[in-house]
Structures are given as structure tokens and as C-alpha cells.
């Protein structure tokens, strides 16, 4: 079994970067929120990058005015990124609107449907199906290598067959754990198995004094399907069919709800009980979460938490494959300024503007080779979220997709807190999605 990464996180995340939880689903959370092709008209570029990195535009290749509209803490820190961009491209003027997540859609939709879009914007990675089936958004072309990406993260943006987004920054789920409990439990290692993961939920509860063994939300997608890609299941098969009733997804379903058959996770929280907290004083010692946690953490516990607990890739079954979310950049087919529009994402995944805007924003790069660099490398901790990147996928990108997370979400619900079967969870799942659809 792997080891438990044992020192307290280096980097702290900002308490805005709860925006994700929201953004991308949080605890018990419903479905929300995340080309410079040379092919396409005004891309920047002809040339593909280098394997494992994005390619870079030559500087002060564009002019003109550039509009941009981020969401959430990013829109309000973009302007600096904006301002290294126009010092190597000064004829260009990018001017950034930031944008409310909560107002996000909206203002979107709004904009589509008066033709007044930016040239870039900032987009969940959740979002790609929906606004992609609108037409408003440009195919990518060659301009950027999908291999400088994680693959999860690259694969968010593709529909159809299509990349329409460039991935800007990514976050992951990992196990977050006390390890002061566990130790005291008798358990000196992270779970690396599904069976590791049971029986350190129950030594945590049974030996080491905790309430629980693990805090897991009872309607939130996001928790749920890492268990059922990393049985060897799907959400979705190659052709486009719901397999939400698969063997797999009833086996996954079954070992999911198992904690809470066997009195491991709470079944029945208060609302609004947050997770953070319970995880500080131990009453649920394990949970999965993305690295705005670690900030909440080190914020809520202080001194006290300081080196009780850490980090580690998720348990492992047939794979070890995670959730993948984040933001992408997209740029829109009405934009005037294409050759600038692509400059600047390309820009933005530079391997060291990755690293750089990591500094400011305390985002986690999409781009590979920036892991590389000693900022992240260097930190052991971090180097966790990175190795789940590894392994990790996102949903389909359907226009459906909240309709169909929603219905995923009810049907967790109705098992862990009510008395649904797995097997009649997972056909309800697959019912639902059926009738849904995919927008297509």
C-alpha cells in the first residue's frame, strides 16, 4: 500500500477557491460548475507544439482590442495575466470582465442570444456540452497539442469528437485523512484498495475514537462515480448509450452505499453542516475533496491540525480514476479578433504562465510540463493532486449533463438515505438518463 503523504500542505489555498466547490460540485452538491488552430480563421500559429507542451505565439503578432470575461476569484485576479500578455503584445488591449459564478450562465446565454459574446471566456468544465451545442463556440485547431494536457482534463472539452476549449486549470479529488486517528486506529498507511478503504473506515470509528469512518455525500455525482470508473464502468459507452445499470455501476452502487449500510458515513447531516469542519475535529476523519480544502483546513484547524492529517490518491480498484474538473478558455465565433483571441490562450498555457498564475490564483495547472517546475514539484503534498491527474475523468459532455446529474443525485439519495436497492438505484439512474437524453 502507498504511503500517507505526512507533511502538512506547503500551499494554501485561498478561501474564494470554495468557489469550485460550487462551481464544479460540492458536498451533496447537484451538477454545476467548469483553438489556435492554424485551420481556423485569425489563429495564431501553424504549427503544433512540442509533445507535452502548448504551443507558444510569437509575441506582438496580434493588435486590437480584446475582450475577456472570467468567472469568480480567477476574473477578479485575471487582469494580471492580462497585463504580462499586452507587455509582450502592445498593440493588443485586453480588457477582463469578471463574472459571478452564480451569474455565469446566465450572462452567457444572454450574450449568445444578442451576439454580443467576448472573444475568450473563461467556462466550467461541466459547462462545455451545453453552451457548445449553441454553435457560439470555435472548434480548436492545431495550434495546441492535447498532449501538453492531462488527458481528463483535455477530454472535458471535447463533443462529438471535437475540441472546443483549451483546459486552463484542473482540480482533482483525492482522500483527504486523519492520520493522527488513524495511527491511533492501528493504520499506518493510506488506503490503496477498496478493501484497505473499508477497513480503515472502521478501524477509524472502532479504535480510534472517531463518530465515523468517513464523511461521503448522499447525492453528489462527483463522489459517487470515481467508484464506478475505477470498477470499470461508465457513465456513458462508446456509442453514446447511458450504462448506468451496468454489473459494474450495481457493484460500485453496492460498495458505495455499503458505509452507510454499515453505520461508516453519516446518512442523516444537519443542513449546511460543513465538511471542513467535521473533518477538523475528527467526527468524520476520511473524505474526498479537491484542493480547496487544503487551505479550509489549515484555516479552520490552525495550529491544532498542523501535521494530523494528509493527502492521498484514491483507493484503487480494477483503476484508481478520480474526477476531473476545473475551467477551460473557449473563444467564441463571433469574436472579431480571432489572432489575438488565440494569442492569449495561448499565452495562458504557456508552461510558465501555468506556473506563474498558480502563484496568483493558487490554481492548479492544466499544462503537464509545469508540474516540473520546483513551485509544485518540490512539494510533496502537492504532488499528490498531480498524480491523480494521472487518472482522472469528466462526465460527457452532453448539453443534458445537469439534467442527467441531478437524476444521478436523487437516486443516491433515495439509496443511501432511503431504502433503495443498489440494483434499483442504478436501473432508476439508467431510466431517468434514457428519458432524458443527450440533447442530441
Not at 123 to 147: C, H, K, L, R
Not at 201 to 208: D, I, L, N, T, V
Not at 343 to 371: D, I, K, S
Request: hydrophobic residues 40%; proline residues 6%; charged residues 20%.
Amino acid at each position: 500500500m502507498q504511503s500517507m503523504r505526512r507533511h502538512p500542505m506547503t500551499f494554501l489555498l485561498v478561501a474564494a477557491l470554495a468557489f469550485m466547490a460550487a462551481a464544479c460540485g460540492g458536498n451533496d452538491a447537484g451538477a454545476g460548475g467548469g483553438s489556435p488552430g492554424a485551420s481556423q480563421p485569425g489563429a495564431i500559429g501553424g504549427e503544433t507544439g512540442a509533445p507535452g507542451s502548448a504551443a507558444a505565439s510569437p509575441a506582438g503578432a496580434a493588435s486590437g482590442d480584446l475582450q475577456v470575461w472570467a468567472m469568480g476569484n480567477e476574473g477578479e485576479l485575471l487582469s494580471t495575466m492580462a497585463d504580462a500578455f499586452m507587455e509582450e503584445n502592445p498593440d493588443v488591449n485586453v480588457q477582463v470582465t469578471p463574472i459571478a459564478w452564480d451569474q455565469a450562465v446566465t450572462r452567457l446565454q444572454t450574450a449568445i442570444g444578442g451576439g454580443q459574446t467576448p472573444c475568450v471566456s473563461q467556462m466550467g468544465t461541466d459547462m462545455m456540452g451545453q453552451f457548445v451545442a449553441t454553435g457560439a463556440i470555435d472548434p480548436v485547431g492545431e495550434g495546441i497539442d492535447p498532449a501538453a494536457f492531462f488527458e481528463g482534463a483535455w477530454n472535458s472539452n471535447v463533443v462529438d469528437g471535437t475540441a472546443y476549449g483549451v483546459p486552463w486549470y484542473v482540480e482533482t479529488r483525492v482522500l483527504y485523512e486523519r492520520t493522527d486517528i488513524a495511527e491511533k486506529a492501528g493504520i499506518t498507511e493510506a488506503p490503496a484498495t477498496w478493501d484497505d478503504l473499508t477497513a480503515t473506515a472502521k478501524a477509524m470509528k472502532e479504535q480510534g475514537g472517531a463518530d465515523w469512518g468517513i464523511g461521503l455525500g448522499t447525492k453528489n455525482y462527483q463522489e459517487y462515480v470515481p467508484f464506478l470508473w475505477s470498477n470499470g464502468g461508465d457513465i456513458m459507452n462508446d456509442a453514446g448509450e447511458f450504462t448506468l445499470d451496468s454489473p459494474e455501476a450495481i457493484e460500485a452502487l453496492t460498495f458505495y452505499d455499503s458505509f452507510f449500510e454499515d453505520g461508516l458515513a453519516p446518512s442523516e447531516v444537519p443542513e449546511g453542516t460543513d465538511p471542513t469542519v467535521t473533518f477538523v475535529s475528527g467526527t468524520t476523519p476520511m473524505m474526498f475533496s479537491g484542493p480547496w480544502h487544503v487551505g479550509l483546513i489549515t484555516e479552520a484547524g490552525g495550529a491544532d491540525i498542523e501535521g494530523k492529517w494528509g493527502v492521498s490518491t484514491i483507493p484503487a480498484k480494477d483503476s484508481a480514476t478520480s474526477f476531473v474538473g476545473g475551467a477551460n478558455l473557449v473563444v467564441y465565433t463571433d469574436c472579431d479578433n480571432k489572432d489575438a483571441a488565440w494569442a492569449f490562450v495561448n499565452f495562458l498555457t504557456r508552461p510558465e504562465t501555468q506556473v506563474r498564475w498558480y502563484e496568483e490564483a493558487t490554481v492548479l495547472p492544466a499544462v503537464q510540463e509545469a508540474w516540473t517546475d520546483p513551485k509544485l514539484a518540490d512539494d510533496a503534498n502537492v504532488a499528490v493532486f498531480g498524480e491523480q491527474l494521472k487518472d482522472a475523468k469528466t462526465p460527457p459532455a452532453i448539453s443534458t449533463w445537469s439534467e442527467v446529474a441531478n437524476a444521478i443525485n436523487e437516486q443516491l439519495e433515495k439509496m443511501t438515505v432511503g431504502d433503495a436497492t443498489p440494483e434499483e438505484a442504478a436501473h432508476a439512474m439508467q431510466e431517468a438518463a434514457t428519458s432524458i437524453g443527450t440533447g442530441n
